[in-house]
């Protein structure tokens, strides 16, 4: 089990950018596959970004394409989630998850076993 801490949520106006933060602690995260995703009031969780950390490849709900990025920071067990351009439809709670390993349907929340607290970010026009 990994325990994840996310930090980085806040209030922007529209345009504007956020990095959202998650520090991950486990024995090895060699072989995990690390996601964010959001929920939105009265919305399912849905998937943001993910990065398999061992090799850095990188997966991107359509929605964000172009505007967030997923990253690693090996020395510090922390991956990032840079969002520019940010919109009044990104407004969320944001989630950081873990999975042992990589598997096709990365963009199921539910098969996903390690969550962290979740941060809010707040996007106003």
């Known amino acids: 089990q990994v325990q994840l801490v996310e930090s980085g949520g806040g209030s922007v106006q529209a345009g504007g950018p956020l990095r959202l933060s998650c520090a991950a602690s486990?024995?090895?995260?060699?072989?995990?596959?690390m996601a964010w995703f959001r929920q939105a009031p009265g919305k399912d969780r849905s998937f943001v970004a993910g990065?398999?950390?061992?090799?850095?490849?990188?997966y991107y709900a359509d929605s964000v394409k172009g505007r967030f990025t997923i990253s690693v920071d090996k020395a510090k067990n922390t991956i990032y989630l840079q969002m520019n351009n940010l919109k009044p439809e990104d407004t969320a709670v944001y989630y950081c998850a873990a999975h042992v390993g990589f598997i096709q349907t990365y963009y199921v929340a539910k098969l996903y076993t390690s969550w962290g607290q979740g941060t809010q970010v707040t996007v106003s026009s």
């Open positions: 990065i398999n950390w061992s090799t850095g490849a990188t």
């Open positions: 486990a024995r090895t995260l060699s072989r995990y596959f």
